[in-house]
């Protein structure tokens, strides 16, 4: 039986439409390019139980942690366009990396599908609990008056607890010393010891350790003050103008997903967000529902790209 390119287009484009029009009909994987029990997994298993119930097909989360979360993303990249692989990522992969990493594998505009962003994650600036400041204007006052004495700590280079400090140190003319850890665990340890000074973290973290009184918060980086956090000022009451850097979280899928897939998926997030009981706990930990469906999300990327590609260069950092 012979047929037409145009018939046989028509079949094929019939044949992708019923294919969707059943989506989902098995389980979907979630990728995360972290070890298990960060934020980033905090905030996927928060999510899941009530996506799986919205979309009725179970999220299965796969951990492909390394280089960043650049492992995590190449593996989604290459996975096929059909809404069974998800990836769940932060500030640091979809807008950090590309201009951190010389010969980055994949590029976040052309490479995937934004499907949603689903919060604002914005940092507290922590400092030692031994150490004489109770404000940030006191905490400025005491670095200043020790040019390259005061070390902060991050989680690695070119991540957003490297940038916001180095941020801070522009708005601020400080000449402070940069200890760069393997994860933010191990900053957070020393820290609490005394061995660093001063540190940028982000809020569900940085509460905790601040209500055990490990850590003082002297200011958070949003524009507005944190429920986690409230008895803490934000960095612009503190005197420093302007000063808002919020990271995010977001859903990305494979480039070229069929529309009507994109679609389903966003309104499932969407409805997610949406519920009550996922906004109180979201933001009892220190994160802000903040949806954006596929289209926004992605011109926010876009924009995005070029402030923390300028913030990357101010650094310094660099990874090949």
Do not use: C
Not at 8 to 21: D, M
Not at 90 to 101: A, D, E, K, R, W
Not at 163 to 182: D, N, S
Request: aromatic share 8%.
């Amino acid at each position: 039986m012979k047929f037409s390119r145009r018939a046989l287009a028509a079949l094929l484009i019939a044949a992708s439409t019923a294919a969707s029009a059943a989506y989902p009909d098995k389980p979907i994987r979630l990728v995360i390019g972290f070890p298990a029990g960060g934020p980033l997994d905090q905030h996927a298993r928060l999510l899941s139980e009530r996506l799986q119930a919205v979309l009725g097909q179970p999220i299965v989360i796969d951990y492909k942690s390394g280089a960043g979360g650049t492992v995590g993303a190449q593996d989604v990249m290459k996975a096929p366009a059909d809404g069974y692989t998800l990836m769940l990522a932060n500030t640091g992969v979809m807008v950090i990396n590309p201009g951190l990493y010389g010969k980055l594998p994949y590029n976040t505009l052309r490479d995937f599908t934004p499907i949603a962003r689903t919060a604002m994650q914005p940092l507290a600036l922590l400092v030692n609990p031994k150490l004489p400041v109770n404000s940030l204007k006191e905490f400025t006052d005491y670095a200043r008056a020790r040019p390259g004495q005061v070390n902060y700590g991050s989680a690695g280079n070119g991540g957003i607890s490297h940038l916001v400090p180095e941020m801070f140190k522009t708005a601020t003319g400080l000449f402070m010393v940069h200890i760069p850890y393997r994860g933010s665990a191990p900053a957070f340890t020393d820290l609490m010891g005394g061995q660093v000074q001063f540190m940028a973290e982000s809020i569900p973290q940085a509460a905790n350790y601040h209500k055990q009184g490990k850590v003082k918060a002297l200011a958070v980086t949003s524009k507005e003050r944190n429920p986690a956090l409230p008895d803490t000022p934000t960095a612009i009451e503190s005197g420093l103008k302007g000063f808002e850097v919020v990271g995010f979280y977001g859903f990305l899928a494979p480039a070229n997903l069929p529309k009507d897939v994109t679609a389903k998926l966003s309104d499932a997030f969407k409805q997610v967000l949406a519920t009550p009981e996922v906004r109180n706990r979201m933001v009892s930990q220190g994160a802000d529902p903040a949806f954006l469906g596929s289209e926004d999300f992605g011109k926010f990327l876009a924009a995005e790209m070029p402030r923390w590609a300028e913030a990357v260069k101010q650094s310094g950092a660099k990874l090949d």
